[in-house]
């Protein structure tokens, strides 16, 4: 262990050099920052940030001090933007000036999420790593994925109808297993399951780890040289998360890739750009490795969310539910499944799936972008280097964007009254950081939803209320319980015989 002496000096040199750095962040420039909520000398709103469901604070203040916000996290400024003006003006149209990621101390170089897509500077690399993704992912390139979406879907039901009261964990299964194989081109069995679940627990690590102010060495890089023997150092606190990071980064790709090289891979994203000339060098100037996880990571655990919630709501809404059987019944009848050919004829299920995003939004905050430049926004001053927050969850609920925000009504996509129709897909992101997977997620739902109106009566063995699920920094259903059944002896005929068909 190091002598006394050194942490006494250690300590000492840390705070001759806090004061002066907090001093200077603190500097103010002529125009005026955002309103916001007072804070305290130095420490500004540090401790005033939530750590459990951030979104409904952030909202409370924007009642008070208006759609755009300023905090300051220890010399750290961080702007929410609680309305959907300030949002699109900001981030979609000064999109170029809002393009970057914060850096995260502990998030990204403790932990070691620091080149994930999602966290990176919007540089070359990064713009390559997109234009890959789009090249397999994009609206009018996944279709050679739709018979596998279904084909899984199919067995999805079935799996339900066995075994309707292990519900949520069935449907986190079935989305870890469909995303392993599209991106990885692995089979989720024995062999490979376990990497769904360090998915699902790296995408919960993830947000928590990059929720402003949670920790203070994002605020006060330098705490990064504390060693890890010391007590309540960053080091110390990471060594789990790091862990897990490592392996998920790391395993499903190598496993998958070897599987490629020797031509056993069934076709995938990656089995696509490993068959991309100059492949060697892209490897490693892209990190197709942490490029192949951050897809996982993204989609694994939001995508899983949101179907959770759609059946809850088909639970809670059974005049819904019916309303979607009818339409279903109606376009295609009772002796096929649903595909996703149908949705444009579907309108009714498609506005069904935008009010569960709406509602029920499983990433309620967008990640956060970073000013590359001075911007002043309706007179007020946004420095560089701010951390920029879209409120998204209020958003959605704001009474200017949609009549009864509260109220789950698929109608309102339908005969397009509200205002705020076209802000659901706020959920995937902002401007040029905007999802490039979110058309696979988009997808999933879709036929997931269709196929349960197709084949089943759903309802719910206990009531459930909205309060029995709690609120993190993702807004995630608890364990439910439902009564999934088959809606004639035919629907089960068709869904056991089409799983025949797809077993291949």
Not at 163 to 190: M, R
Not at 391 to 410: A, C, G, S, V
Not at 424 to 445: N, Q, T
């Amino acid at each position: 262990m190091d002598p006394p002496w050194l942490l006494h000096y250690f300590l000492l040199s840390s705070l001759t050099t806090i004061i002066p750095i907090l001093l200077w962040r603190l500097r103010r420039p002529a125009e005026a920052y955002p309103p916001g909520p007072p804070g305290l000398p130095i420490l500004g709103n540090f401790f005033d940030m939530p750590t459990t469901a951030p979104w409904i604070q952030f909202a409370e203040w924007g009642k008070k001090y208006g759609p755009v916000i300023y905090l300051n996290l220890l010399g750290r400024p961080l702007v929410v933007l609680n309305s959907a003006k300030a949002t699109v003006d900001l981030l979609e149209r000064r999109g170029g000036k809002y393009a970057d990621r914060p850096s995260f101390v502990m998030a990204g170089e403790i932990v070691g999420y620091k080149d994930m897509m999602i966290m990176s500077p919007h540089n070359r690399v990064y713009r390559e790593q997109r234009k890959l993704i789009s090249g397999t992912f994009g609206k009018d390139k996944i279709g050679h994925f739709h018979e596998y979406l279904e084909a899984q879907t199919t067995k999805l039901a079935l799996s339900l109808l066995d075994d309707p009261k292990n519900a949520a964990e069935i449907v986190k299964q079935h989305t870890g297993t469909v995303l392993l194989k599209i991106i990885y081109g692995l089979d989720a069995g024995e062999e490979h399951a376990h990497h769904i679940t360090t998915a699902s627990q790296c995408a919960i690590d993830f947000l928590n780890l990059t929720l402003p102010g949670k920790f203070l060495v994002d605020s006060l890089p330098f705490l990064r040289h504390v060693p890890s023997w010391v007590p309540f150092s960053p080091k110390r606190q990471a060594i789990e998360w790091c862990k897990t990071a490592s392996k998920f980064r790391t395993l499903p790709y190598y496993e998958a890739k070897q599987r490629v090289l020797e031509a056993k891979a069934s076709e995938s994203f990656l089995s696509r750009i490993l068959a991309r000339r100059g492949t060697s060098k892209l490897e490693k100037e892209l990190d197709f490795p942490t490029m192949t996880s951050n897809l996982l990571l993204a989609g694994t655990d939001t995508t899983c969310i949101a179907i959770q919630y759609a059946i809850i709501a088909l639970i809670n809404h059974q005049d819904i539910q019916r309303q979607g059987q009818a339409e279903i019944d109606k376009v295609i009848g009772s002796g096929s499944l649903p595909t996703l050919k149908d949705r444009e004829n579907l309108p009714y299920v498609t506005a069904f799936c935008k009010e569960v995003l709406r509602l029920n939004i499983p990433a309620p905050l967008g990640f956060i972008h970073v000013a590359s430049s001075d911007d002043v926004y309706e007179g007020q001053h946004i420095p560089a280097g701010t951390m920029v927050m879209s409120n998204t969850w209020e958003i959605l609920r704001d009474p200017q964007n949609f009549q009864d925000p509260w109220e789950f009504n698929p109608d309102r996509f339908i005969a397009k009254t509200d205002t705020g129709t076209d802000l659901v897909e706020l959920g995937f992101g902002s401007g040029r950081r905007h999802c490039p997977g979110k058309h696979i997620a988009l997808d999933l739902l879709f036929i997931t939803v269709a196929t349960f109106l197709a084949v089943f009566d759903i309802c719910p063995s206990q009531p459930l209320e909205p309060s029995n699920f709690p609120s993190g920094f993702v807004i995630r259903p608890e364990t439910f319980n439902c009564i999934m059944t088959p809606r004639s002896p035919d629907a089960a005929t068709l869904l056991k015989s089409a799983k025949g068909l797809t077993s291949a």
